[in-house]
């Protein structure tokens, strides 16, 4: 397994390089084009989430990819709202999205603070 | 239209030979219908001549909406060949300027090869059935994976194509495409319990939505239906998300950073 982590600061325009790196490390496995793009679709759902609670700024977006020869996982770590709040409109709609666009999904409560978000891209046959 | 502009083919010669080729699609009959409409390809062209882009890459473009429209023709509708020809010319002439076009102006290396990129997308999903890979579209356009991956990002970074923009059809949009499922937005709606955000996107937008997300297309799925670029697809995807998100957060009293 091959892993590349990425970090970059909370700001809207810089969720174009992950989008780079994401279209990069999938294409590593043979993801097809409509295949990272639902990646960086539910990235940005994530990321923006943060972004519309203030609660990213002056923290990094960490994004970790684990390259397997069957599929990519995507970590993006200590996101600051979950995605499970099954009160709040907005986690609801992104939670959607996400489930979607992904094969798999998991939200996991980081022990340093806020959610990690596992998202799970399988390579077709 | 005259005879003449049928190089002397009569009516009859003509309507023969769109017969002929809708039961065999002989290569040569479509050659002979090809030269006898070269010069309403010629004068179509000629209209949007002025505009940036040279009259021979234009004449090309239409050739190519020439080459759809006599295989897309049926005779048999009673339609003259020219009513429905002409709107499927301009169409992909059209279609041509607004994918060269953009608010952010790119490189024009960067524009070309986006533009090369589209044609390879196409190209490939069409022959192959499905959507193709950074390396597959590398291969097929002769450029590094890179230089790919850059490309498909400065898609991004352009003008999203409005919906009003006509498809290959020529006089359609995609308003009139989109917009045709209008009894599932409801069920999309309720899927999503979004009901006030929902209702400020436009219905085709939520259509837009319905295909994805709900009925499940991918990108290259909608494409082929709504005879658009993949990369099309993406821009506007990306775009109603981006407003359905806004008007949640505008909704839910969240401040939202743009």
Do not use: W
């Amino acid at each position: 397994m091959e892993v590349v982590c990425i970090a970059v600061p909370p700001l809207e325009h810089m969720t174009r390089v992950v989008h780079l790196a994401t279209t990069a490390v999938a294409s590593r496995i043979g993801l097809n084009i409509d295949q990272a793009d639902d990646i960086n679709t539910a990235l940005d759902e994530l990321f923006r989430l943060s972004l519309s609670q203030k609660a990213g700024i002056g923290q990094e977006f960490c994004v970790r990819y684990d390259i397997h020869k069957d599929r990519l996982e995507v970590l993006a770590e200590k996101m600051q709202m979950s995605i499970g709040d099954v009160t709040s409109k907005v986690s609801r709609y992104k939670r959607f999205i996400i489930e979607k666009v992904s094969d798999r999904y998991e939200e996991r409560t980081n022990p340093e603070g806020g959610f990690d978000v596992l998202l799970v891209k399988f390579l077709s046959d | 239209m005259t005879n003449q502009h049928h190089n002397s083919l009569s009516r009859e010669e003509i309507n023969s030979l769109f017969r002929t080729y809708k039961d065999n699609k002989e290569p040569e009959v479509k050659n002979v219908l090809v030269g006898a409409y070269m010069d309403l390809v010629h004068s179509l062209a000629r209209r949007f001549a002025n505009r940036g882009e040279p009259l021979d890459d234009l004449v090309q473009v239409a050739s190519m909406g020439l080459l759809k429209a006599i295989d897309r023709f049926d005779p048999d509708r009673g339609v003259q060949f020219t009513t429905y020809a002409v709107p499927t010319i301009v169409g992909e002439i059209r279609r041509y300027f607004r994918d060269r076009s953009s608010a952010i102006r790119l490189p024009r290396g960067l524009r070309e090869r986006s533009f090369m990129l589209n044609t390879a997308i196409q190209k490939f999903s069409q022959e192959n059935g499905r959507t193709p890979n950074v390396s597959e579209i590398a291969a097929a356009v002769g450029i590094s994976e890179e230089d790919v991956i850059e490309g498909l990002e400065s898609n991004e970074a352009t003008t999203v194509a409005s919906l009003d923009t006509t498809t290959e059809e020529g006089d359609l949009s995609l308003l009139d495409i989109v917009g045709g499922e209008d009894q599932t937005l409801k069920m999309l709606d309720e899927r999503l319990s979004l009901a006030g955000a929902m209702s400020t996107l436009d219905s085709r937008e939520q259509n837009l939505l319905y295909l994805r997300f709900i009925e499940g297309l991918s990108q290259t799925e909608i494409a082929d239906r709504l005879d658009i670029s993949q990369m099309h697809v993406s821009r506007l995807l990306r775009r109603t998300l981006q407003s359905l998100r806004q008007n949640l957060t505008t909704s839910s009293r969240e401040p939202y950073i743009s």
